[in-house]
């Protein structure tokens, strides 16, 4: 296994270091443990929106300069909200790296939420918002999380319900923004060209003072159990009709995950935990074998997440164009039902175990994605569970593979949504 080193400034603030000297690049990501999962009605929205603000300047260093060092420096910096996350990064040459890590301290503490700022972004974010609403996968995932999740903020979208996005107030940002973003609610990770302790006794330096906050709260409240199956049509543009079949899935931190990961690459072809990875082809999959080949669909994908709480795996289908959304029904359920009725053969699971640990290592690889499995992976378990990714796929056997289809594939564990286009034209 590789060297890492893991400690805990006095306020909190986990630190994860990695050298690799492949390369004179070093990679520095600042997570907060807030999300989509950590919103109240009213409020849908906010973290995504604060991240958005963290870049609209601190008293040191303003708005549009940093653009301009990062850039000069020959770096790369980015930032996402996730639903149980938010997280910025910094890539840059190593003698530069310095830059990144005193903006991540200084906009932890500092970012200033002007008005005219918190303004201005509520156009863009408005506007990305009704892009997205454009998109018929986005409509029907946002109608299936819903029906999925009545108590959980699982239940909405990260960029958060039109209505809130028009009425927050700055004062609601900024008040988020001082609850979660504090080092005890953070985990700095690290990778690249530098030599531990130096980098250890700089974030120290830098990072050290910054005060601890208070515990935040957490609002997620335990789903029920469904005890249904749940069908819900979308209605909105474009000319394409789309399936979603969304399971209730396990944690990432439950053992289960990693055989319904491998059921996954099998009826699918495996899904990408990776923000940044591409994908493989999943010809070899069974659905593609049952859906597409046979020209019901012309494309099927499945997609599991690594989640703090229970979440969605989904099946997403889209339908060929001379055919029905009922056409496709009975032929997904016939593949779900065989793989629960007979585990697979050996090497059947062998070839998928194989595509999901290379996607998985494909996406591993570059100093920014081993610096960022440093902190994704802490966010829902912690570094152990990306170290044994690999191991842990092997370790699944054709019987965990029908068990998990059993357990977890069952009608009245789902949603099923279906997108209907309308027909009509959409701005």
Do not use: C
């Not at 396990?250 to 289960?256: E, G, R």
């Not at 997403?316 to 585990?343: F, M, N």
């Amino acid at each position: 296994m590789s060297d890492y080193t893991k400690t805990t400034l006095p306020n909190g603030l986990q630190v994860l270091l990695k050298e690799i000297h492949t390369a004179p690049i070093i990679s520095h990501w600042l997570w907060m443990r807030v999300g989509s999962r950590d919103e109240t009605p009213g409020i849908t929205g906010a973290s995504h929106w604060v991240e958005h603000m963290q870049f609209k300047g601190t008293p040191s260093f303003p708005a549009g300069q940093l653009d301009r060092d990062i850039s000069r420096d020959g770096g790369t910096w980015n930032a996402m909200t996730y639903i149980d996350w938010t997280t910025y990064y910094e890539t840059m040459p190593a003698d530069k790296i310095d830059l990144g890590l005193r903006l991540e301290a200084d906009r932890l503490q500092n970012s200033l939420f002007e008005a005219d700022e918190v303004a201005s972004e509520r156009t863009v974010i408005i506007s990305e918002r009704q892009g997205n609403e454009n998109n018929p996968i986005f409509l029907l995932d946002e109608d299936v999380q819903k029906v999925a999740f009545k108590s959980h903020p699982y239940g909405h979208e990260v960029i958060g319900e039109m209505a809130d996005l028009e009425t927050m107030s700055r004062d609601d940002l900024y008040n988020h923004y001082q609850r979660y973003y504090a080092p005890n609610n953070g985990v700095l990770a690290v990778a690249g060209d530098f030599d531990t302790q130096a980098m250890l006794a700089r974030i120290e330096e830098l990072y050290g003072p910054i005060p601890a906050g208070a515990e935040p709260e957490r609002v997620a409240r335990p789903e029920a159990p469904p005890d249904a199956e749940q069908r819900v049509t979308t209605s909105g543009p474009g000319e394409t009709v789309f399936i979603r079949a969304a399971y209730r899935s396990p944690a990432a931190s439950d053992p289960d995950f990693f055989a319904l990961t491998v059921a996954d690459s099998l009826l699918a072809g495996p899904s990408n935990l990776n923000l940044f990875g591409g994908g493989i082809s999943n010809k070899t999959s069974r659905l593609y074998q049952a859906l597409v080949d046979t020209e019901l669909a012309v494309g099927v994908g499945g997609g599991l997440q690594a989640t703090i709480d229970p979440f969605l795996y989904a099946i997403t289908i889209t339908v060929h164009p001379q055919r029905k959304a009922d056409d496709l029904i009975g032929p997904l359920d016939d593949e779900i039902k065989r793989l629960q009725d007979s585990a697979p053969e050996p090497q059947e699971l062998a070839r998928a175990v194989k595509q999901a640990q290379a996607l998985f290592a494909y996406g591993s690889e570059s100093i920014t994605n081993q610096a960022f499995w440093l902190g994704f992976a802490q966010m829902f378990a912690s570094y152990d569970w990306f170290e044994s990714y690999l191991e842990r796929l092997e370790a699944v056997t054709p019987e965990d593979v029908q068990r998990a289809a059993q357990q977890y594939l069952r009608p009245e564990r789902r949603v099923l949504g279906v997108y209907q286009p309308d027909g009509a034209q959409h701005g």
